[in-house]
């Protein structure tokens, strides 16, 4: 049974950091771009970023703000992906998931627009993330 799995969430203070990680069971990663979305309590889900399995070009979607902040890894020998996260805000306070989508050229432009959510197929149950004094 394909499955991801995220942890590494918490309660962090103000300009702090958090690294998150998404592990796969029951597929390789290899031919599947891994994109990283949030939820905030009465929001749409919305993307954050995303790393092609077709070329090392990690993608992030500007209206986020998250460009320079966070940063996209993957490690296909583990089966993994991570989200480091820098220099975080009280808004960046989410639930936090991976997914991921086939590996097609453009996969990550789309995934990353408004409801672009829809085009991955695998998702984690998530991971909270409070950012808070």
């Known amino acids: 049974q394909e499955q991801l799995a995220e942890s590494g969430g918490g309660l962090v203070q103000p300009g702090g950091s958090l690294r998150l990680s998404c592990a796969a069971s029951g597929f390789s990663l290899d031919d599947y771009a891994i994109g990283w979305f949030r939820q905030a309590p009465g929001k749409e889900r919305e993307g954050l970023s995303c790393i092609s399995s077709l070329d090392p070009e990690a993608y992030y979607r500007d209206p986020v703000n998250v460009k320079g902040r966070f940063t996209i890894s993957r490690d296909n020998a583990k089966n993994t992906a991570d989200l480091q996260m820098n220099s975080l805000k009280p808004e960046d306070s989410a639930v936090y998931y991976c997914?991921?989508?086939?590996?097609?050229?453009?996969?990550?432009?789309?995934?990353?627009?408004?409801?672009?959510?829809?085009?991955?197929?695998?998702w984690g149950q998530g991971t909270l993330v409070t950012v808070s004094s």
């Open positions: 997914a991921a989508g086939p590996g097609v050229p453009g996969i990550c432009e789309m995934a990353l627009a408004p409801g672009g959510y829809r085009y991955l197929k695998f």
